[in-house]
């Protein structure tokens, strides 16, 4: 097993940088911090919160992407919400989504039942999974001049790409999105398909 680096990353500032120039893509943000990350970074209509259904936003994005292969995907994630869903990279392997980034904002703890040490922290390594599942791009992100050098490629390097980037337990203030599901699904699509979506 590696020895363990102590993160230095902030979690805030790294979904800033990583949506700072979005454009038109469509964004899946994992529940709790990830979903607040996101929401701080910019509320947008093209952002589908997931709120409660924790292991499912890579496979949420899979969909999008699949439906949408001219639009790029991003999921952003936390470390436990992808390991509750781990199947989902091999199922992404397969699929060989061109247009789909994963992006695992991980703080080494389950965040919203009492920062409990994920497997991450105990040498589960998920850009070696996502590796050898098949993604066509994997890394672990420790600086910022990593990060720095990653955020094109979620962007415009052929998919699936997967990133795992440690981030310190460092708590920020809630920003909380809009949370009815029915509200967030019409914006969405309106926001994605127009007025046709309606129809």
């Given amino acids: 097993m590696a020895k363990h680096r102590k993160p230095t990353l902030d979690r805030r500032q790294v979904a800033a940088e990583i949506l700072k120039h979005r454009g038109d893509a469509l964004v899946v943000p994992g529940l709790g911090?990830?979903?607040?990350?996101?929401?701080?970074?910019?509320?947008h209509a093209?952002?589908?919160?997931?709120?409660?259904g924790m292991g499912g936003a890579a496979m949420i994005g899979l969909g999008l992407a699949l439906a949408q292969?001219?639009?790029?995907?991003l999921v952003i994630t936390g470390d436990g919400e992808l390991l509750m869903g781990l199947g989902s990279l091999a199922t992404l392997g397969v699929q060989q989504p061109r247009n789909l980034a994963v992006i695992v904002i991980d703080n080494e703890h389950y965040g919203e039942t009492g920062m409990q040490q994920t497997h991450t922290r105990l040498g589960v390594d998920l850009a070696g999974i996502a590796k050898a599942a098949g993604f066509r791009a994997s890394g672990t992100i420790y600086g910022g001049a990593q990060l720095k050098a990653w955020i094109?490629?979620?962007y415009r390097q052929p998919g699936p790409v997967f990133a795992d980037i440690k981030v310190t337990t460092q708590s920020a203030p809630l920003v909380l999105p809009i949370r009815e599901g029915p509200a967030l699904k019409n914006r969405f699509r309106e926001a994605l398909l127009g007025a046709?979506?309606?129809e």
């Fill in 33 to 43: 911090a990830p979903t607040w990350d996101t929401a701080a970074a910019g509320d």
């Fill in 46 to 52: 093209l952002n589908f919160y997931t709120w409660g």
């Fill in 69 to 73: 292969p001219k639009r790029r995907v």
């Fill in 152 to 154: 094109p490629r979620f």
């Fill in 196 to 198: 046709k979506a309606f």
